[in-house]
């Protein structure tokens, strides 16, 4: 048996380059499918955790995926905001601990600028109920403040004590800067992986003043109101986005989310920020399908082309064949052989997938992080692409059965005999 799988191996090597490009593609088979997978899985879980700890988020009436898009996401806009005392309402619950209100709307050069309070750097968490940290600066104390996510900083280069500009909306077309109120930038926060590092972060009355001259959406003619009068004026918001809310007890969340969606007051609505989650990945399900799909096609191409390979050597190795028969190879040994060979190349090209994939994250999980927030897992595989390498091992091992078969039914004077 060792000289039968010693001349197996010569024969391999002596097809090397054939051998070599069959396990080059099974191996771009077994990356795509992992790579599909892994990020799946990571862009879940980032979306999952760009907030944690927060039992409600609270809005006006509509679509709980969009408000959860604007106010935690910084995508898309919602169509209306809550009023002011309704915010007030909500932070005076006997069974609410804490509200954040958050205001959106404005940009700074393409990001999104929110308007928030003090509470937002104490309540607001990320990931495994991680808080936010300040790598350089303090929160905003005065009114012109601003406190950068750490992109923002990164992409525009600003340090602390910079003067800047916001745009009202997104900050395209004529007139829309708020150019004669400049803020300052206080602080600058930590990498975080979410939306956070994409956000200029000012205070609600900062926001306020921002628009004390301006009106459905554009400025006010022959009224400016420079930076050192706005505080004769009410900086009380009127409206915001949204409010984040914690509670003191987590068992009285549907509860008060009941009480708020009946609210005669005003229309109101409050989201429980997984379930709005899980409707947004029933919402993308399908791409999620159609991927894993074309990556599952991928690899059937790659092993059909190995089953292809081997079996259209086959021909030319009957020669080969039937000397390992006239040494005392039996039928089955050469049927083993050829099936080893399959099943060998599918194993290592599955290695070599698992590999690449470990690879590439190594070097492209820091530039994802830094530009999409994706913060990609560890460089192992997961459980589920454990059994995704199982099964391209074991449908190559089926696949490879194949040639083993024809080549157990090659015949020692079929192989011997000249053909003209």
Known sequence: MKTLLALALRSAWNR????????????????????????????????????????????????????????????????????????????????????????????????????????YFDHFRYGDQRPLHLAAGRRFDALFDAVLGAEVAERLGYVLGQKITLAHGSGEGPGTEHGDKPFTVSGILARTGTPVDRTVHISLEAMEALHLDWAGG?????????????????????SVTAVFVGLDNRAAVFSLQREINGRGEEALMGVLPGVALDELWQLVAVAERYAQLVSLMVVAVGLTGLVAVVLAGLN????????????????????????????????????????????????????????????????????AEW?????????GAVASLLPGWRAYQLSLADGMTPRL
Request: proline share 7%; no cysteine; glycine share 8%.
């Open 16 to 119: 090397r380059l054939t051998l070599g490009l069959t396990l080059a593609a099974v191996s771009l088979s077994a990356l795509l499918l992992l790579g599909v997978e892994r990020l799946r899985t990571d862009l879940r879980t980032s979306f999952a955790l760009s907030i944690s700890g927060v039992d409600l988020v609270v809005g006006a009436r509509g679509s709980p995926v969009q408000l959860m898009l604007y106010s935690v996401f910084r995508m898309g806009e919602v169509s209306q905001n809550m009023s002011w005392a309704s915010a007030q309402w909500l932070a005076q619950h006997p069974a609410v601990a804490w509200t954040v209100p958050v205001s959106l709307g404005d940009s700074h050069r393409g990001f999104p600028v929110l308007g928030t309070t003090p509470a």
């Open 218 to 238: 554009a400025p006010i003619p022959g009224l400016s109101i420079p930076p050192q009068l706005v505080r004769k004026f009410g900086l009380t918001p009127k």
């Open 316 to 383: 030319e190795r009957r020669r080969e064949l039937a000397i390992l028969r006239s040494v005392g190879a039996r039928p089955r040994d050469v049927f083993a052989l050829l099936a080893l060979e399959g099943i060998s190349l599918s194993l290592i090209g599955a290695a070599f997938g698992s590999v690449l994939v470990a690879m590439l994250v190594l070097a492209l999980a820091p530039w994802l992080q830094a530009n999409y927030g994706l913060a990609l897992s560890s460089v192992w595989p997961g459980p």
């Open 387 to 395: 059994w995704l390498l199982a099964g391209i091992v074991a449908v």
